[in-house]
C-alpha cells in the first residue's frame, strides 16, 4: 500500500488521464457517443478534485 500512498495527491489525475486515453481510443474506433460520454467524466473528475483541492472548512 505504500505505493498507492506515495501516488496520493495524484491518484485522481492519473484516473482522468486514463479515462481521457480510454476516450481517445473510443473516438478512433467509431463510439463517438461513448466516447464523448468518457471525455466528459475525465474532464468532470478533474474538476471535482480541483475543487476539492480548493475547498476550505
Known sequence: MSF???LSGYRT???AA???VLGIFQLST???PLALQTLLSAF???GLRGAI???TL
Open 53 to 55: 483541492g480548493q475547498a
Open 13 to 15: 489525475y492519473i484516473v
Open 4 to 6: 498507492l500512498n506515495a
Open 18 to 20: 486514463g479515462l481521457v
Open 30 to 32: 467509431g463510439q463517438i
Open 44 to 46: 468532470a473528475t478533474a
